[in-house]
Each structure stands twice: as structure tokens, then as C-alpha cells.
């Protein structure tokens, strides 16, 4: 189950009056989060989606590496 483990949620669906500070309610929560975690999350889902499963693979190994290690996103 990838909500359990952290992973993708269900899309929600939010009625008009409530889509305001439901946005805010997400941009919250992401803004509590490590910066460097969620620029490397961003990275990987912008360029892995079109990586063949090879590359992809390589592509968030190089991430958590440069995340273990703090170096600044390529």
C-alpha cells in the first residue's frame, strides 16, 4: 500500500469552498518538510517518468546519493 509506506496518495476530491485552504493545508505540509528532500523528489518525478527502468533506477540512486552526502542538485 504506497500510502502507508509514504508513497503516492489517492487524489482528493475537494468541493470549491474548501479548495483554498485545502491548498494551503498542502502547501503547509510541504513546507515543514527538508527543502533538499523535496527538490530531489521534484527532480526525480520531472526527469524519471520518460528514463527507461535502467536509468530511472540510476537517476534516484544518484539523488539519495547527493542527498546522503549534501551536495548541491546537478
Known amino acids: 500500500d504506497p500510502e502507508r509506506l509514504g508513497g503516492a496518495r489517492p ?3 475537494v468541493p470549491v469552498e474548501r479548495l483554498d485552504a485545502e491548498a ?3 502547501a503547509a505540509k510541504l513546507a ?7 527538490r530531489a ?3 526525480a ?3 524519471g517518468p520518460d528514463l ?3 536509468q ?3 537517476l534516484e540512486a544518484m539523488i539519495a546519493a ?4 549534501g551536495a548541491p542538485p546537478v
Open 56 to 58: 530511472g533506477l540510476r
Open 45 to 47: 518525478m520531472v526527469r
Open 11 to 13: 487524489v482528493a476530491v
Open 24 to 26: 494551503m493545508d498542502v
Open 41 to 43: 523528489a521534484k527532480e
Open 66 to 69: 547527493r542527498l546522503s552526502i
Open 32 to 38: 515543514a518538510l527538508p527543502s533538499e528532500a523535496v
Open 52 to 54: 527507461p527502468l535502467e
